[in-house]
């Protein structure tokens, strides 16, 4: 067998190609409209963390589309409010429309470059993120890198080797770990903006005629062995043969804390508003075994920061309880009833509750009171729920509603106006 032979049948073989392919898959845009715009309310709302973030930088940091990438990232994913993909554990759209939004330079390939990000991202983590929440890392910042480098290629018109040797590039530029959210540190907001950074300059690199490892997935040496044993990446190829598009299943959050804490906080609001804090003596959340074990999420202080709190599900179901919604700064509200509330909470990991679904017992004077939900219910709506209810998206973000409109005019045309989201987000970074 020549090298020549050999070389093909080892890229016919590598997952780099079945992961690129995953790129091309139908997805409807209406579903793209919809995350992109609650991405921007929440990256438009009330926060501080990308602001302090932005502020340790040099002044002249921001000029190239990588660092660019990183500013449009953390500002996305400050409040945490950005969308997720619960069988993957990670965030979608803060990587990957920072980096479609600095690679585009033809409007017409911009919801084919989200859709891209959006596909690889979640496929790709779906197929490793248990192991990767077992072994400590921070899933966004593991697989984030490829989403993005998927993004920033495809809205490059970048081809179908060029895209493998992207994938090589983010393969050696992946990383990051769980422990901000146990020790209430900052490294969180910078692993999303690193993973959007790395993503595009690895399609850069790519672009400029680099060569990326064929098997940098599934080889000897490759990332599915160095990360996760798996050197035939057979987890990923697993998840691959599920065909299905996975941007619908991408969830839009309500509140601004942890995803796994969505449905939790939904139900604790919806009783908040109905029970009288001073009355509630027992509190008894069920949550699935895996969300009650995610690293801070059965935290109950005490809270360093927002990072740790955030993770909190027995301090935003507190909260949720005391005051019958939650905002940023809801956490730092404090007041006696919800502190008191917070020693009450008590979380159990039960086998027949799904991921991001969740039950709640609350007793109180007049009896007990029990609610359950699911992830359905609340966190996928259509583009067309989604623009019915522009001031609710506005409210929760705590954005202002006439940008949050003028960014719904915008991805409501058949081609985006994409100078129009970045004009925003640069008036928000200019701020």
Do not use: D, F, W, Y
């Given at each position: 067998m020549g090298s020549g032979e050999g070389t093909g049948m080892e890229r016919e073989m590598g997952l780099s190609t079945r992961l690129g392919a995953a790129a091309g898959k139908e997805v409807n845009d209406e579903w793209l409209r919809a995350r992109t715009l609650a991405n921007l309310a929440a990256g438009l709302g009330k926060?501080?963390?990308?602001?302090?973030?932005?502020?340790s930088l040099p002044k002249e940091f921001g000029q190239t589309p990588g660092d660019r990438a990183f500013l449009y990232a953390a500002f996305l994913h400050a409040r945490t409010q950005d969308d997720f993909y619960p069988a993957g554990r990670v965030h979608v759209g803060a990587v990957v429309l920072p980096a479609a939004l600095v690679m585009l330079d033809a409007p017409e390939r911009f919801l084919s470059a989200l859709k891209a990000g959006y596909e690889v991202l979640a496929t790709l983590s779906e197929g490793y993120s248990r192991i990767a929440q077992a072994r400590g890392y921070r899933p966004t910042g593991l697989f984030g890198v490829f989403g993005a480098a998927a993004a920033a290629a495809v809205a490059a018109g970048l081809g179908q080797r060029e895209i493998e040797s992207a994938f090589g590039f983010a393969a050696a530029a992946s990383g990051g770990t769980n422990q901000a959210w146990i020790e209430g540190t900052d490294e969180w907001l910078v692993e999303v903006a690193s993973a959007a950074r790395a993503g595009v300059e690895a399609a850069l690199f790519a672009k400029a005629g680099l060569s990326g490892a064929v098997r940098s997935l599934d080889g000897q040496s490759g990332w599915a062995k160095a990360f996760f044993d798996d050197p035939a990446g057979e987890r990923l190829m697993s998840a691959l043969s599920d065909e299905r598009p996975r941007t619908p299943l991408v969830a839009m959050k309500l509140f601004p804390v942890s995803g796994i804490a969505q449905v939790a906080t939904a139900l604790a609001c919806q009783l908040g508003k109905k029970v009288r804090a001073t009355d509630i003596s027992e509190i008894r959340l069920y949550l699935s075994i895996s969300d009650a074990s995610y690293p801070g999420s059965a935290s109950k202080g005490p809270f360093r920061s927002r990072s740790d709190a955030l993770m909190s599900v027995p301090l935003s179901v507190a909260i949720g309880l005391a005051h019958g919604y939650v905002s940023y700064d809801g956490w730092t509200v404090g007041n006696g009833e919800a502190r008191r509330l917070l020693g009450l909470v008590e979380i159990h990991g039960v086998s027949e509750i799904q991921d991001s679904d969740a039950r709640l017992s609350v007793r109180t004077s007049a009896g007990l009171h029990e609610i359950e939900g699911t992830s359905n219910d609340y966190l996928f709506p259509s583009w067309e729920?989604?623009?019915?209810?522009?001031?609710?998206?506005?409210?929760?973000?705590?954005?202002?509603?006439?940008?949050?409109?003028?960014?719904?005019?915008?991805?409501?045309?058949?081609?985006?106006?994409v100078d129009h989201i970045r004009q925003v987000l640069n008036r928000t970074l200019e701020r």
């Open positions: 926060q501080h963390e990308a602001r302090r973030i932005q502020a729920q989604t623009m019915q209810n522009i001031e609710g998206l506005a409210t929760r973000c705590e954005a202002p509603l006439p940008l949050v409109k003028e960014l719904a005019t915008s991805l409501s045309k058949t081609e985006p106006s």
